[in-house]
């Protein structure tokens, strides 16, 4: 596992970090550590096939939630999120294709994974270029 996350549990401390994880389309995983308060119960699940929970799926107090990232064999990325005690931790996979998502975002910019987070989610079609992996 090369990535680790710390997060809190906010309905025992108040305090939560919710980072967009990014793997490229070959895989990979992440240790999430979870902070709460001893008697604080939280459950942790993963809302897209390819992204599997590992470990514990629940715990009281501090504990960890390991999840990996199967292999994307689609060009297009996929995102998903790990949900542990209704706290979203966005999760975005690059895809196979080695063209930019967008006609007006390369593939090097620091907001790609952003942009293709929002596409994904129904939010915006890329910075008003049509994508031109889908068209």
Not at 12 to 39: E, H, I, R, W
Not at 89 to 103: H, R
Request: charged share 5%; hydrophobic share 35%.
């Amino acid at each position: 596992m090369s990535k680790v996350s710390n997060f809190r549990i906010p309905s025992c401390n108040g305090q939560v970090s919710t980072p967009l994880q990014s793997f490229p389309s070959f895989g990979g995983g992440n240790v999430v550590s979870v902070v709460a308060d001893p008697n604080c119960n939280w459950y942790a699940t993963s809302s897209t096939g390819g992204f599997t929970l590992t470990s514990a799926t629940a715990g009281t107090g501090n504990g960890s939630v390991t999840y990996s990232v199967g292999q994307n064999n689609n060009p297009l990325p996929r995102t998903g999120a790990i949900n542990i005690a209704g706290n979203l931790i966005q999760v975005i996979q690059k895809g196979t294709s080695t063209a930019p998502p967008y006609g007006d975002v390369p593939l090097s910019n620091a907001f790609v994974d952003h942009i293709t987070l929002l596409q994904n989610r129904a939010i915006t079609s890329g910075c008003g270029a049509e994508s031109v992996l889908s068209g």
